[in-house]
């Protein structure tokens, strides 16, 4: 790793809390979503999308750690989740099931695009142990970004040939 004089650690390790409280965000909306998915088919999908999600976490974590982050053992999570299921009703309204999955498409997507922007940041760091822990993230979320997007195509399909009603309205 670098020196320290060339690390702005505390700017590093605030991006990471945001990165750590967004991939809680990002779990709770998919155990919300396993519980109700746009379809029935992509429930599997979500519960695995939860779990990596949760285990990004503590990677997450343990990087920021590296960088002066300290990690608390609050509430957090649970009030994640909640305000997640508060945010997912509230987008809902209105919502279509497409449009549903398009926002998690787009959320996975900025993930993936963002860790590979850190992934660089640490390389050129020299950190080659975060940059790889990092990348290890990044592969399950492109795995789960691809898997939507093929949820996605078959919605598309079904409803332009006008099989189900995927598209329509999403209840709360």
Do not use: C
């Amino acid at each position: 790793m670098a020196t320290a004089s060339t690390i702005d650690r505390a700017w590093i390790s605030s991006e990471l809390v945001k990165q750590i409280d967004s991939e809680r965000s990002l779990s709770a909306d998919a155990k919300a979503r396993a519980e109700s998915p746009p379809t029935a088919a992509l429930s599997v999908l979500y519960h695995e999308i939860a779990a990596a999600d949760d285990r990004h976490v503590g990677i997450l974590e343990k990087i920021a750690t590296r960088y002066g982050h300290t990690p608390s053992r609050s509430e957090a999570g649970g009030v994640a989740e909640t305000l997640s299921r508060l945010k997912d009703r509230v987008t809902g309204i209105g919502s279509t099931n497409m449009d549903v999955l398009v926002q998690d498409l787009a959320a996975k997507a900025n993930a993936v695009n963002l860790r590979t922007a850190w992934i660089h940041a640490f390389e050129s760091l020299g950190d080659a142990e975060s940059a790889r822990e990092l990348s290890s993230i990044v592969d399950e979320d492109r795995a789960h970004r691809d898997a939507l997007l093929e949820g996605l195509k078959r919605m598309v399909e079904q409803t332009a040939r006008g099989e189900g009603a995927q598209g329509d309205a999403k209840s709360s």
